[in-house]
Nanobody, 122 residues
Framework: VQLQAFGGGLVQAGGSLRLSCVLS????????IAWFRQAPGKDRAFVAT????????YYADSAKGRFTVSRDDAKNTVALQMSDLKPDDTAVYYC????????????????WGQGTEVTVSS
């Protein structure tokens, strides 16, 4: 199983970025696909998740109204569209997949990508 995250970069506050996670190696129909992030010196934190077979989507409070998680079945990809970015959004963003008995915690996810770095300048 492989998850490959890409799309990070440097952006000014108020700007937008779109992260993508390409999934391969198994069927993910019953899984949730999530985005977590880890800022320097902090624990890895939940950002958003979507069930692969059909919605719903769930968001951390910090992401609501600014971030949108979506999936593209044809491309086996889950995207995180981020807008109105703030310096506090600076982190390494990871995608993860799993049965998600607990959808907002790391233990709900069995597979992890390598991370993509997002830096938001003020």
């Amino acid at each position: 199983v492989q998850l490959q995250a890409f799309g990070g970069g440097l952006v000014q506050a108020g700007g937008s970025l779109r992260l993508s996670c390409v999934l391969s190696g198994r069927t993910f129909s019953s899984y949730f696909i999530a985005w977590f992030r880890q800022a320097p010196g902090k624990d890895r934190a939940f950002v958003a998740t979507i069930r692969w077979s059909a919605g719903p989507m769930y968001y951390a409070d910090s992401a609501k109204g600014r971030f949108t998680v979506s999936r593209d079945d044809a491309k086996n990809t889950v995207a995180l569209q981020m807008s109105d970015l703030k310096p506090d959004d600076t982190a390494v963003y990871y995608c993860a997949a799993g049965p998600a008995s607990t959808i907002t915690t790391r233990r709900g996810y069995s597979y992890w990508g390598q991370g993509t770095e997002v830096t938001v300048s003020s």
